[in-house]
């Protein structure tokens, strides 16, 4: 990271660069994944299906839940 | 090259998460609360209800936090990805419109779209009987409206060169319409809002809940888009004197992406 100050110097911005879908690939598998958990955990778990048991997830993050448009009980 | 991203699209959605809570606060528990004094007093006249393993206090505030926290974090990752592989891909646009159109795409094939058909409900509405059913069709609406966006913003590329960048965009706004809107169609309709559940307090919850939807997404798409066009035009500042002075080689390519 350079110094702040040149960030005022009149640098034109580079075109960005591409980066290879063979390179992203195995990122964008695991993010698929993570994403599959992520809306399990703060979108359903509890709900309809339950991997902890009781109800003490699901009611914790309850209004999240509501909030970020997820169907609750 | 995207290990930079990863991190900042997870800082990037603390701070989303943050925001997203304020605004929840602000906008939202007052309406969740309308929603379960409802609830409450139906259960009262029924006879029905019981002890909540969680207070509301806690509910409200840390379980709130704890919630948003997750999903901006896990939320801004996946972004970052999904950065990674549009960058550079938009023609001459830039970090910052970039990252701002992958997050409207996001907030529209992620919230928007998939809420127009399954509207946020407050507590209190909804049969507990049909959770396995509700999920299931929210689940359902959500991937085809991300299928679909997604699937829309790689056809408008696609026909970029044969009818133009304005062209190509509107013809896959509208082949997304038709094909959402015949989701819409086929899928089932929800009816589940019970009698005399307050209408003003309905309308003011989802009004909330686009308010947080809608905060997470521009913070992470801006926010993202911001700090990466910063660095983006460090390395070139640093490259740019680095050819003029000792001669550093590489640049952009090596320090940012």
């Known amino acids: 990271?350079?110094?702040?100050?040149?960030?005022?110097?009149?640098?034109?911005?580079?075109?960005?660069?591409?980066?290879?879908?063979?390179?992203?690939?195995?990122?964008?598998?695991?993010?698929?994944?993570?994403?599959?958990?992520?809306?399990?955990?703060?979108?359903?778990?509890?709900?309809?299906?339950?991997?902890?048991?009781?109800?003490?997830?699901h009611e914790f993050v309850h209004d999240a839940r509501h909030l970020l448009g997820f169907p609750c009980h | 090259m995207i290990r930079p991203l990863l991190i900042r699209g997870m800082l990037v959605g603390v701070v989303a998460a943050v925001l997203a809570f304020i605004v929840a606060k602000t906008l939202g528990e007052s309406q969740v609360g309308h929603a379960i004094a409802f609830e409450s007093a139906r259960d009262a006249a029924e006879g029905t209800g019981g002890t909540e393993p969680v207070t509301r206090t806690v509910q409200s505030t840390i379980g709130l936090f704890t919630g948003l926290l997750a999903f901006g974090v896990a939320l801004g990752g996946l972004f970052s990805l999904a950065y990674a592989c549009t960058q550079g891909r938009l023609g001459a646009l830039g970090a910052r419109a970039t990252a701002a159109l992958v997050a409207l795409a996001g907030f529209v094939g992620m919230y928007l779209l998939p809420d127009l058909k399954y509207p946020a409900n407050p507590p209190s509405i909804g049969n507990p009987d049909t959770i396995g059913e509700r999920t299931s069709l929210y689940f359902t609406m959500m991937l085809i409206s991300l299928a679909v966006v997604i699937g829309g913003c790689?056809?408008?590329?696609?026909?970029?060169?044969?009818?133009?960048?304005?062209?190509?965009?509107?013809?896959?706004?509208?082949?997304?319409?038709?094909?959402?809107?015949?989701?819409?169609?086929f899928l089932p309709r929800v009816h589940e809002t019970p009698e005399g559940f307050p209408a003003d307090v309905l309308w003011r919850f989802r009004v909330a809940s686009l308010a947080v939807n809608a905060t997470v997404w521009a913070t992470i798409g801006?926010?993202?888009?911001?700090?990466?066009?910063?660095?983006?035009?460090?390395?070139?500042?640093?490259?740019?004197?680095?050819?003029?002075?000792?001669?550093?080689?590489?640049?952009?390519?090596?320090?940012?992406?």
Do not use: C, N
Request: proline fraction near 5%.
């Open chain 2, 222 to 257: 801006l926010l993202f888009g911001a700090l990466t066009d910063r660095a983006v035009r460090s390395a070139a500042a640093v490259a740019s004197t680095g050819e003029r002075g000792v001669g550093v080689t590489g640049s952009l390519v090596t320090t940012e992406a």
């Open chain 2, 154 to 185: 790689v056809t408008a590329r696609r026909f970029a060169a044969r009818f133009g960048t304005w062209d190509a965009a509107l013809l896959s706004v509208a082949g997304t319409v038709v094909i959402v809107g015949l989701a819409y169609y």
């Open chain 1, 1 to 57: 990271m350079a110094h702040p100050a040149v960030l005022d110097a009149p640098v034109a911005r580079p075109a960005l660069p591409k980066i290879p879908l063979r390179e992203l690939a195995p990122f964008m598998i695991f993010g698929s994944m993570l994403m599959m958990v992520l809306l399990y955990f703060v979108g359903a778990e509890q709900g309809a299906v339950s991997v902890v048991g009781g109800s003490y997830v």
